[in-house]
T-cell receptor, first 113, second 108 residues
Framework: NAGVTQTPKFRVLKTGQSMTLLCAQD?????MYWYRQDPGMGLRLIHY???????AKGEVPDGYNVSRLKKQNFLLGLESAAPSQTSVYFC????????????FGPGTRLLVL | QQQVKQSPQSLIVQKGGISIINCAYE??????FPWYQQFPGKGPALLIA?????SEKKEGRFTISFNKSAKQFSLHIMDSQPGDSATYFC???????FGTGTKLQVIP
């Protein structure tokens, strides 16, 4: 039981490049989330999904897209990376609604030059 | 607009002391208040959580105090240990809104 895994762990991009972050969970959770963590800003919700095939915008969705084609996977895409997207990205999942415990992955550190 | 305000930003406590972190929220619809603990290089992990129908919840050395009328809640860490050194986030649902975090350092 691996819980929530994220790939890659670290990535350096040049401005304008694109990439996809992969999140996978093996707990059969319905809800999945993508957050970004920046110093002094805490965790901010980018996008979330309430089930396979669904996605919704969070607090800071601009510049990101997501897809949930399979229940266990939640992908976060950056179509044209900007230095402002330098951050640590965390994926999380929960069994049901927001009131349930969220289980976080280990994070992906992204540097955009 | 920050709906959950957390303080202090950083905290240094001596071993054996009490660590206190405070959070205030604005939305009265919030009905679940978890605290997450994050060690360097790791993702946050749930530490303890409370619902607004109780004023206090204790789990070992960790206690949440909740004041519904003041819209405030706090985390107390009794007998703080160096192993408690981490960043602590309060949060509130709906649409889990996190505080900005408190970096706790417990010195021997």
């Amino acid at each position: 039981n691996a819980g929530v895994t994220q790939t890659p762990k670290f990535r350096v991009l040049k401005t304008g490049q694109s990439m996809t972050l992969l999140c996978a969970q093996d707990m059969n959770h319905e809800y999945m989330y993508w957050y970004r963590q920046d110093p002094g800003m805490g965790l901010r919700l980018i996008h979330y999904s309430v089930g396979e095939g669904t996605t919704a915008k969070g607090e800071v969705p601009d510049g990101y897209n997501v897809s949930r084609l399979k229940k266990q996977n939640f992908l976060l895409g950056l179509e044209s990376a900007a230095p402002s997207q330098t951050s640590v990205y965390f994926c999380a999942s929960s069994y049901a609604e927001y009131q349930e415990t969220q289980y976080f992955g280990p994070g992906t550190r992204l540097l955009v030059l | 607009q920050q709906q959950v305000k957390q303080s202090p930003q950083s905290l240094i406590v001596q071993k054996g002391g009490i660590s206190i972190i405070n959070c205030a929220y604005e939305n009265t619809a919030f009905d679940y208040f978890p605290w997450y603990q994050q060690f360097p290089g790791k993702g946050p992990a749930l530490l303890i959580a409370i619902r607004p129908d109780v004023s206090e919840k204790k789990e070992g050395r960790f206690t949440i105090s909740f004041n519904k009328s003041a819209k405030q809640f706090s985390l107390h860490i009794m007998d703080s240990q160096p192993g408690d050194s981490a960043t602590y986030f309060c949060a509130a649902s709906r649409k889990v809104t996190f505080g900005t975090g408190t970096k706790l350092q417990v010195i021997p």
